[in-house]
């Protein structure tokens, strides 16, 4: 097709198909096919649909767009350059995966604005898209009012066969049905092709029936190539059904364009070559050389600045009326967006004293949300389905449903999986709110990938994990962590924090609810401990410190969580022995590498070299604190069944097998 | 309901619902719940349609039964104690959920003969039902002939709604329809009650037409708690459709009998209590005392012993006729069965030397496939969609779909977790089959939980895991293991594995066929790598060993995987500066760590306290390698996008480095 007869349009999403073609080419790495299949519905949607500013990138009621088959990366890139961003120039295309570049291999909001989310693992970006599209209809339901809307845009997601497999993004979606979120509308790309080569070999379930099954409005357009009037039409039904998110299917042709290459793997994951190249520029009748933009396409694309400033501009003055209006909701809506925690928030954290009760950590968590949830009003979270074991409901608020979408507890079914990448989108809608989600410890690995990303993408989520080790006992050894807390400590960027009692669980959250930009995950027991003697909120931020000290002590009990209070009934009968003995109580890692020298040396002084560390579970990268002349009781299998205490006995955590042991080093 | 107007049918079902009501009621711990409401369907199943031999819970040709919804326990407990198996005798129902006892607080395999796969963490049975057909379907297509059936089983699955909740269940449920496992038949308890309450607060899809959509029969029982016959005729239509698996909606009530907490959460996962029992067994017109059975219920029953006796015979007969007219296939089945690996089989291992070809352990590791495809006929697996990365295609075979199940290459699709859990069901089907399957090492979040239950309940599976560093390169960060070996080697028993060149990799599959009850994940790189002087394909069984050295050398440099030609290359260079210098391989630390004494010091010699260890992860659990005196290079936060070789140059993977690093201690 010569270039004469093409319309703008069609030369449009052929500069989209192009940016990603040689930018692949230039690297030798990347992903051209799902660009080039994908170009006339993302075109379609950021030009006739989305709204966003490019020269703010963090407007606040910009349209959220998720390109949740991430691997398409050039896709999103060719999008943020061509309509105006300045994190992406046309200098960063050439150096697509690049050392440095803003347009890593695949989308990381941290390293680009104008990305909302990190991308790439399949099936997590329809997830957060689900969260965003949540925060977006909470925040709606709290904010706006009859005469005046704060909260009100989309949440757009370009999804693939690789995401429809995965199991998350079924979790996710059938949440995002039961809770009819209509303002989340997502565009199926349906290639009909994966790496290994037709989904005819692995995936031919009806999936359009599937998302109707999950309660989604679902439509399908059926030359996704070419009939860009038929997206649009689908895109506009979608946005006229608001009580049901929107599936449109799109079939596409994988790598359109590419005369030897499309509708084949080989266009997935691979530079198509100089000669493919020179056929589909003939092909698509594109004439430019490599990273040239024709003026009147890029004038076409540039429009967005223009927009997006007015459609800022109109909400800025939505925001100024509302703040007249209603002056106490704007305060707290712009307080949100600012970031800035309430003032004196953390007076609100409930401390405990050596005399009170006996309480599970699980319940002292409960008592600190309870507590925290009228503080900090941003607070909303979860559970997948274990609310009253893990002891996570937000009295004072009621479901977040359908018609009550104001409402705070979230709902998340047996999905934790999606639970997690539904939170990140959440967090990451960056309006204030701090999500938190919550199952048992062990359930962690269900989830991983999840927190995984919250990690990566600097998502502040709080992880409320429940039973959090062997001691939770009957249930077994398919519930109960042993190596569960050492693989996330293994995490970059992740605080895992193993409260000992009251204190340290309202020290847990006050390091969570500050930590925007690192998530932390919470280890709480299922039964009780008692408040100890000398435990400290402030303390837990500094990951360890000495809760109880003989002067000229030689021996170090070092514990967390449960295994704190066995610690100091174990140094009180070392005492009564003769003994001098610190415990150092050890809730963080992180936080204690994060402290100066002299600090780590306060607590765990070199010169003293009998160390016994005391967790109940394995014993990997604890060598590093008790050192070459230090012991640790560990647990170095799985857990069994059987009443708790039991266990705890058989396993070693008693007094008497911690004093021995002591006196053994 | 008096008693005397029951039917002994009715009196069964009772029987079973009070084994579960008084076990959970002793132990003041457990889930009555759904025993209560699915015992009807479990009585009908087992008196009807099961066949199995109690006396010999390995029998091959038996069905195989999963409870998918493990928390349920006690039903199935009841029901091996009732059909005879010895295993579970009502001394073990009394102790259930106590140390040491068969009746552990979810199913598991490996303590409780009769229970084939380990559940609990929800939806992980029904994925092991689908491994378990497909193990059904692959034996049948290889070893059945026209005159003679050797293997014709069914595998029968019951679920719940959180299964159903999972995203693993999908996954694995999609690729059973896809495959058109008509001899999978799943009952899905439909009591719409989740332990948060109603499923009505997260959980409404239409499940049903879900199935449908994945391409499965999809059968309705509307009344489960009464209408046994409507339950036997579905089965037996269920039975009937040959190419597809059936889902039967079971509609039940949880609790069902508890006058006061059917249909309640409150029955889900807490004894009923002494009162609340009282009223049971009178709503339900049950007269006996705790975990007594009368006789006729007890005979009915106890026919399976018999029944299972004589369909065991029936079998023997047929195998023996087999046996007889195919004995070379017959003599590949039973080895199979028999556990034992085909004599000489490792001599098929490809081994290197030195001055070969540099290959990437991926590739390396996909001549060792093809080399023991022929060799090891037990071998099937396939890739999450990801074969022609990982490299994990077996040439001699074709394509496991509909119509060739006797093919050995699995086509999983982006199914990661449901991949692993599908796997755990194959290697647990006990007929000899060694199961591979494999994805980037990244992903093994995705499939942690299933990787977590083959190490628990000793399923044999073999992780092939590519893309093993940063080094991978552009993919970047979210594609890029840092911390997913260490978190791995958390998790007991399994072995992980990181060969250093094409001989390890055939040492590390040498361990991994072998190893039968441990499974092992193997990390391979996407980069060449050198054929190393001194590496050993037996010497990974050890974990480490000395492969390069120096008389007198004072200095250690211990790599894995890819980092150990990194550590040759800076020995060569240390030894040019006049120093003596050891390189230890340590491909894998567990088999290290199971080796004596004597062996470990050799290689680690106490006396040799500096030690530099490189690998392209984090640090977590190296010291206790590295010691006090030593150091590591590792990575400390996530990686990045760029060409592999500058990433690892600008994370400190150079030769420069190394000397610079080691001659600094």
Same mark, same amino acid.
């Given at each position: 097709?010569?270039?004469?007869?093409?319309?703008?349009?069609?030369?449009?999403?052929?500069? %989209?198909?192009?940016?990603?073609?040689?930018?692949?080419?230039?690297?030798?790495?990347?992903?051209?096919?799902?660009?080039?299949?994908?170009?006339?519905?993302?075109?379609?949607?950021?030009?006739?649909?989305?709204?966003?500013?490019?020269?703010?990138?963090?407007?606040?009621?910009?349209?959220r767009?998720v390109?949740s088959?991430?691997?398409?990366?050039?896709?999103?890139?060719?999008?943020?350059?061509?309509?105006?961003?300045?994190?992406?120039?046309?200098?960063?295309?050439?150096?697509?995966?690049?050392?440095?570049?803003?347009?890593?291999?695949?989308?990381?909001n941290?390293?680009?604005?104008?990305?909302e989310v990190t991308t790439?693992?399949?099936?997590q970006g329809i997830c957060n898209g689900v969260g965003l599209a949540m925060a977006e209809a909470h925040?709606?339901?709290?904010?706006?009012?009859?005469?005046?809307?704060?909260?009100?845009?989309?949440t757009?997601v370009?999804?693939?066969?690789?995401?429809?497999?995965?199991?998350v993004?079924?979790?996710a979606?059938?949440l995002a049905?039961?809770?009819?979120l209509?303002?989340l509308?997502?565009?199926?790309?349906? !290639?009909?092709?994966?790496?290994?080569? @037709?989904?005819?070999?692995?995936?031919?379930?009806?999936?359009?029936?599937?998302?109707?099954?999950?309660?989604?409005?679902?439509?399908?357009?059926?030359?996704?190539?070419?009939?860009?009037?038929?997206?649009?039409?689908?895109?506009?039904?979608?946005?006229?059904?608001?009580?049901?998110?929107?599936?449109?299917?799109?079939?596409?042709?994988?790598?359109?364009?590419?005369?030897?290459?499309?509708?084949?793997?080989? $266009?997935?994951?691979?530079?198509?070559?100089?000669?493919?190249?020179?056929?589909?520029?003939?092909?698509?009748?594109?004439?430019?050389?490599?990273? $040239?933009?024709?003026?009147?396409?890029?004038?076409?694309?540039?429009?967005?600045?223009?927009?997006?400033?007015?459609?800022?501009?109109?909400?800025?003055? =939505?925001?100024?009326?509302?703040?007249?209006?209603?002056?106490?909701?704007?305060?707290?809506?712009?307080?949100?967006?600012?970031?800035?925690?309430?003032?004196?928030?953390?007076?609100?954290?409930?401390?405990?004293?050596?005399?009170?009760?006996?309480?599970?950590?699980?319940?002292?968590?409960?008592?600190?949300?309870?507590?925290?949830?009228?503080?900090?009003?941003?607070?909303v979270?979860? @559970?997948?389905?274990?609310?009253?074991?893990?002891?996570?409901?937000?009295?004072?608020?009621?479901?977040?449903?359908?018609?009550?979408?104001?409402?705070?507890?979230l709902?998340?079914?047996?999905?934790?999986?999606g639970m997690g990448a539904i939170c990140n989108g959440i967090a990451l809608h960056n309006s204030?709110l701090?999500p938190?989600c =919550?199952?048992?410890?062990?359930?962690?690995?269900?989830?991983?990938?999840a927190?995984?990303l919250s990690?990566?993408s600097?998502a502040?989520v709080?992880?409320?994990?429940?039973?959090? &080790?062997?001691?939770?006992?009957?249930?077994?050894?398919?519930?109960?962590?042993?190596?569960?807390?050492?693989?996330?400590?293994?995490?970059? !960027?992740?605080?895992?924090?193993?409260?000992?009692?009251? !204190?340290?669980?309202?020290?847990?959250?006050?390091?969570?609810?500050?930590?925007?930009?690192?998530?932390?995950?919470?280890?709480? &027991?299922?039964?009780?401990?008692?408040?100890?003697?000398? &435990?400290?909120?402030?303390?837990?931020?500094?990951?360890?410190?000495?809760?109880?000290?003989?002067?000229?002590?030689?021996? %170090?009990?070092?514990?967390?969580?449960?295994?704190?209070?066995?610690?100091?009934?174990?140094?009180?009968?070392?005492?009564?022995?003769?003994?001098?003995?610190? $415990?150092? @109580?050890?809730?963080?890692?992180?936080?204690?590498?994060?402290?100066?020298?002299?600090?780590?040396?306060?607590?765990?002084?070199?010169? %003293?070299?009998?160390?016994?560390?005391?967790?109940?579970?394995?014993?990997?990268?604890?060598?590093?604190?008790?050192?070459?002349?230090?012991?640790?009781? &560990?647990? @170095?299998?799985?857990?069994?069944?059987?009443?708790?205490?039991?266990?705890?006995?058989?396993?070693?955590?008693?007094?008497?097998?911690?004093?021995?042991? =002591? !006196?053994?080093?």
């Open positions: 097709m010569a270039v004469a007869t093409q319309s703008l349009e069609t030369q449009c999403i052929n500069a %989209i198909r192009f940016l990603a073609i040689d930018a692949v080419e230039k690297a030798k790495s990347g992903h051209p096919g799902l660009p080039m299949g994908a170009a006339p519905m993302a075109f379609v949607l950021w030009d006739q649909f989305m709204r966003f500013n490019p020269k703010n990138p963090q407007w606040f009621n910009r349209d767009f390109l088959a991430g691997h398409g990366c050039m896709l999103q890139y060719a999008l943020l350059h061509l309509t105006g961003y300045d994190s992406v120039k046309i200098e960063d295309i050439k150096n697509f995966r690049q050392w440095g570049a803003t347009t890593p291999g695949h989308p990381e941290f390293e680009t604005p104008g990305v790439g693992p399949l099936g925040l709606a339901a709290r904010f706006n009012k009859p005469d005046c809307t704060l909260v009100d845009h989309y757009y370009i999804l693939g066969d690789g995401c429809n497999m995965e199991g993004s079924g979790e979606c059938s049905g039961h809770l009819g209509g303002k509308i997502a565009l199926y790309d349906d !290639n009909h092709i994966s790496i290994d080569g @037709s989904t005819d070999i692995s995936f031919t379930e009806d999936v359009s029936k599937r998302f109707e099954a999950y309660g989604w409005h679902v439509l399908h357009v059926k030359d996704g190539n070419n009939d860009l009037d038929a997206i649009a039409k689908a895109i506009e039904a979608a946005k006229k059904v608001t009580d049901k998110p929107t599936m449109i299917k799109v079939t596409t042709t994988i790598g359109y364009g590419s005369p030897n290459m499309a509708d084949t793997s080989g $266009v997935h994951g691979a530079a198509l070559g100089d000669a493919e190249i020179a056929l589909t520029r003939e092909s698509l009748g594109w004439e430019h050389a490599p990273f $040239v933009i024709p003026d009147d396409v890029m004038a076409r694309f540039r429009q967005a600045v223009e927009k997006g400033a007015s459609a800022e501009a109109e909400w800025n003055q =939505a925001l100024a009326t509302y703040r007249t209006k209603y002056a106490k909701e704007a305060a707290l809506f712009e307080r949100m967006l600012s970031g800035e925690l309430p003032a004196n928030w953390a007076d609100a954290l409930p401390t405990y004293a050596p005399g009170d009760k006996a309480i599970a950590t699980r319940k002292t968590s409960e008592a600190t949300l309870n507590a925290l949830a009228p503080a900090v009003p941003e607070l979270g979860g @559970s997948a389905d274990l609310a009253k074991s893990n002891n996570t409901l937000m009295k004072i608020s009621g479901d977040f449903q359908k018609g009550g979408y104001e409402n705070r507890n709902r998340f079914g047996v999905r934790e999986h204030g701090i938190y =919550a199952t048992f410890l062990v359930f962690a690995d269900y989830m991983r990938a927190i995984r990690a990566l600097e502040g709080l992880y409320v994990m429940t039973h959090d &080790s062997i001691a939770l006992g009957e249930d077994g050894p398919t519930h109960q962590p042993v190596e569960t807390v050492a693989s996330l400590r293994a995490i970059p !960027n992740l605080y895992v924090i193993r409260p000992a009692d009251g !204190n340290e669980t309202s020290g847990a959250y006050k390091v969570a609810i500050a930590s925007r930009k690192t998530p932390t995950l919470m280890a709480f &027991s299922r039964q009780n401990l008692p408040q100890l003697e000398g &435990s400290s909120i402030d303390a837990v931020a500094k990951g360890a410190y000495v809760i109880s000290d003989d002067a000229g002590a030689d021996l %170090i009990l070092i514990g967390t969580g449960s295994e704190v209070s066995l610690c100091l009934d174990a140094a009180k009968k070392l005492r009564a022995e003769g003994k001098k003995v610190r $415990v150092v @109580s050890m809730p963080c890692w992180e936080l204690f590498e994060a402290q100066d020298a002299a600090y780590k040396e306060s607590v765990l002084p070199k010169a %003293i070299t009998k160390r016994l560390v005391v967790e109940a579970g394995i014993e990997m990268g604890w060598g590093k604190y008790y050192g070459a002349d230090g012991d640790m009781i &560990s647990v @170095s299998g799985f857990g069994a069944s059987a009443p708790g205490g039991r266990i705890m006995q058989e396993f070693g955590y008693t007094v008497e097998n911690v004093v021995a042991r =002591a !006196n053994a080093l």
